[in-house]
């Protein structure tokens, strides 16, 4: 398995509040990657990274900021937290851009925002 | 834009049953195409993967044959498991943003002892 972790792994917050997420890998690889997976829609794309300092947006990244300052480590903020956001976060990897080998996930982030 | 359909869950079957799980495609090109299993609590694992048409991604049983002329990539195994039990997704790499893979809403799959 692919050395990816995530924290916290539960976290309820109140709206309105800041939250960062961690994701930390052991793998070196270059491309890292944030997903929010809600219920009818698969999981889609918040914000990726393709090397330190280097971040780009996705489709769903309105509300979100992520920085990589490290190879190992790519964070997400939620800079000020609404209901819409509670979800459940997966960082994914890859070594690559991934067409050819995929991508690999961590165990999840279950955020909820009241 | 790319998109990927899946059939909707959860589909139930009985153990020793042939399980097919439908997935297509709308894609310019020639992307990857990828199913990714969830087991309960846990994150995506990829389960198979293929890179061109006529190419057949195989693991664990599980199999997939990436369709260019009917833009297709059905999972497949013969002989299904209770420890099967999860949610599958299908996964198309998007060649407009390399980065990205563009996912199925999941399939949920239930095996009764």
């Known amino acids: 398995d692919a050395g990816i972790t995530q924290s916290p792994r539960h976290k309820v917050t109140e709206t309105g509040t800041p939250v960062t997420l961690r994701c930390h890998q052991t793998e070196n690889h270059r491309y890292m990657y944030w997903y929010r997976q809600d219920p009818g829609h698969g999981l889609r794309l918040i914000h990726y990274s393709y090397g330190v300092k280097d971040t780009d947006k996705g489709e769903v990244s309105d509300g979100y900021s992520v920085s990589r300052s490290k190879t190992e480590d790519f964070l997400l903020t939620l800079e000020s937290a609404t209901s819409s956001q509670t979800s459940v976060y997966f960082c994914?990897?890859?070594?690559?851009?991934?067409?050819?080998?995929?991508?690999?996930f961590g165990p999840g982030t279950r955020l909820t925002v009241l | 834009g790319n998109s990927v359909t899946q059939m909707e869950g959860p589909v139930t079957l009985s153990e020793e049953a042939f399980l097919t799980i439908n997935c297509t495609y709308t894609a310019t090109g020639y992307p990857s195409l990828f199913w990714y299993v969830q087991y309960p609590g846990e994150g995506l694992q990829l389960l198979l993967k293929?890179?061109?048409?006529?190419d057949k991604g195989s693991n664990k049983g599980f199999e997939a044959t990436y369709r260019k002329e009917t833009t297709s990539f059905h999972l497949e195994k013969g002989s299904v498991q209770v420890s099967d039990s999860a949610v599958y997704f299908c996964?198309?790499?998007?060649?407009?943003?390399?980065?990205?893979?563009?996912f199925g809403s999941g399939t949920r799959l239930l095996v009764r002892p």
């Open positions: 996964a198309l790499s998007d060649l407009d943003s390399s980065y990205k893979l563009i």
């Open positions: 293929a890179t061109k048409a006529d």
């Open positions: 994914a990897i890859s070594e690559t851009t991934g067409e050819a080998t995929g991508q690999f």
